[in-house]
C-alpha cells in the first residue's frame, strides 16, 4: 500500500460509505455499513461500484461500549478483531487490535487533552462549533511494546469526515491489512468527533 492513505465520506447521507485511496488517488477500499441491523455490520468492498467483496467487519453483540468487531475474509477466514476498551475510553478512545484472540497491537488517543477540551467546549453555542472543528483527535497504533507503527489524522471539514493513515515503521503485510481495518472501525465510532 501506498501511504498516506486517506479515509473519506459524507457526514449528511444515509448510511455511511467510506472511500479510502492510496497517495497515488487510486481506490482502495470502499467501506458501505449496513443500517438497521442490531449488530452493527461493515462490508468492504475493492471499488465503489462493490465489485467484488474483500472482507466484512462484524460486531459479536448489539449496541455495546465494549463490543468486538471481528474480521472476515470473504471466504469467511478469520483475520482478527478491534475492541473498544469500555471504561477507559471515556478519558481517552484506546482499542485493542486482536489476532488470535491475543493483543497485537493497540490504538491510543494521542492527545486525550483535546478529547477532554472537546467535550467540555461542545456544549457551549457557537464556541463548541468551532472546538469541533478546531479540535481534530489523532489516533497512535502502536505494537505491545509501545513501537508506533501507524498515525491516524482527523482533518477539519463541515460536510465530510476525512481521516489520513501514515506510516511510521515497517509492519508484515497481514498487521497492516488489520491494523487498517482496525482503523476503519475506528472512524465509524469515532466519525462525530472534532
Same mark, same amino acid.
Given at each position: 500500500m501506498q501511504y498516506p492513505i486517506e479515509l473519506s465520506f459524507k457526514l449528511l447521507t444515509f448510511g455511511q460509505r467510506i472511500t479510502a485511496t492510496d *497517495?497515488?488517488?487510486? $481506490?482502495l477500499m470502499f467501506i458501505k455499513q449496513k443500517m438497521f441491523k442490531f449488530k452493527e455490520q461493515v462490508e468492504i468492498?475493492? !471499488?465503489?461500484?462493490?465489485s467484488r467483496l474483500l472482507f466484512?467487519?462484524? *460486531? !459479536?453483540r448489539m449496541i455495546d461500549f465494549s463490543a468486538n468487531y471481528h474480521f472476515t475474509d470473504a471466504e469467511g477466514n478469520d483475520w482478527g478483531a478491534v475492541r473498544r476498551q469500555g471504561m477507559r475510553s471515556l478519558? #481517552? *478512545?484506546?482499542? !485493542? $487490535?486482536m489476532q488470535n484472540e491475543t $493483543?497485537?497491537?493497540t490504538i491510543s488517543e494521542e492527545s486525550p487533552m483535546k478529547k477532554f477540551l472537546? #467535550?467540555?467546549? #461542545?456544549?457551549i453555542?457557537? $464556541?463548541g462549533m468551532i472546538a469541533v472543528y478546531l479540535l481534530n483527535p489523532s489516533y497512535i497504533i502502536h505494537r505491545p !511494546?509501545?513501537?508506533p507503527v501507524l498515525r491516524l489524522t482527523k482533518h477539519p471539514a463541515f460536510f465530510e469526515g476525512r481521516f489520513t493513515l501514515e506510516k511510521l515503521a515497517e509492519i508484515p503485510e497481514d498487521d497492516e491489512l488489520r491494523s487498517l481495518m482496525a482503523s476503519i472501525m475506528l472512524v465509524l465510532l469515532e466519525r462525530r468527533r472534532g
Amino acid at each position: 500500500m501506498q501511504y498516506p492513505i486517506e479515509l473519506s465520506f459524507k457526514l449528511l447521507t444515509f448510511g455511511q460509505r467510506i472511500t479510502a485511496t492510496d *497517495a497515488s488517488g487510486q $481506490v482502495l477500499m470502499f467501506i458501505k455499513q449496513k443500517m438497521f441491523k442490531f449488530k452493527e455490520q461493515v462490508e468492504i468492498y475493492n !471499488d465503489p461500484q462493490q465489485s467484488r467483496l474483500l472482507f466484512r467487519i462484524a *460486531a !459479536d453483540r448489539m449496541i455495546d461500549f465494549s463490543a468486538n468487531y471481528h474480521f472476515t475474509d470473504a471466504e469467511g477466514n478469520d483475520w482478527g478483531a478491534v475492541r473498544r476498551q469500555g471504561m477507559r475510553s471515556l478519558w #481517552s *478512545a484506546h482499542y !485493542d $487490535v486482536m489476532q488470535n484472540e491475543t $493483543v497485537d497491537m493497540t490504538i491510543s488517543e494521542e492527545s486525550p487533552m483535546k478529547k477532554f477540551l472537546e #467535550s467540555m467546549l #461542545s456544549e457551549i453555542p457557537i $464556541v463548541g462549533m468551532i472546538a469541533v472543528y478546531l479540535l481534530n483527535p489523532s489516533y497512535i497504533i502502536h505494537r505491545p !511494546d509501545g513501537t508506533p507503527v501507524l498515525r491516524l489524522t482527523k482533518h477539519p471539514a463541515f460536510f465530510e469526515g476525512r481521516f489520513t493513515l501514515e506510516k511510521l515503521a515497517e509492519i508484515p503485510e497481514d498487521d497492516e491489512l488489520r491494523s487498517l481495518m482496525a482503523s476503519i472501525m475506528l472512524v465509524l465510532l469515532e466519525r462525530r468527533r472534532g
